[in-house]
């Protein structure tokens, strides 16, 4: 078991930057490629960003790319997810996911892939 807690939500204006971390714990933590996803009100909730366990190899999202960045010290159990230049339309509550696995390097991009999930941040994004 995985349990996953997201802080570091909050209300910015456009072009500031947010730092998201996720504090998990339970016997396998330390065994869990990592991602980030966000749900705006009356859309499906979807991929932002993914880590490896082993923090090699990150993934990113197109509309995220070059603005966001996964990182994860594994030591302390954290990942988290610093956003910079947000825009309006990243508003949305952000939700930090974990997968145990095997692989030092596979990351995952789909909400299936994902056993475990945190409640969420709300992240707001005024114009």
């Known amino acids: 078991q995985v349990q996953l807690v997201e802080s570091g939500g909050g209300l910015v204006q456009a072009g500031a930057s947010l730092r998201l971390t996720c504090a998990a714990s339970g016997r396998t933590a330390s065994t869990a490629a990592m991602g980030w996803f966000r749900q705006a009100p009356a859309q499906e909730r979807e991929f932002v960003a993914a880590i490896a366990r082993s923090g090699s190899t990150t993934y990113y999202t197109n509309s995220v790319k070059d603005r966001f960045t996964i990182s994860r010290d594994n030591a302390k159990n954290t990942v988290s997810l610093q956003m910079s230049s947000l825009e309006p339309e990243d508003t949305a509550v952000y939700f930090c996911?974990?997968?145990?696995?095997?692989?030092?390097?596979?990351?995952?991009?789909?909400?299936?892939?994902?056993?475990?999930w945190g409640r969420g941040t709300q992240v707001t994004v005024s114009s």
């Open positions: 996911a974990a997968r145990v696995t095997f692989s030092d390097d596979n990351y995952y991009t789909t909400r299936s892939q994902y056993p475990y």
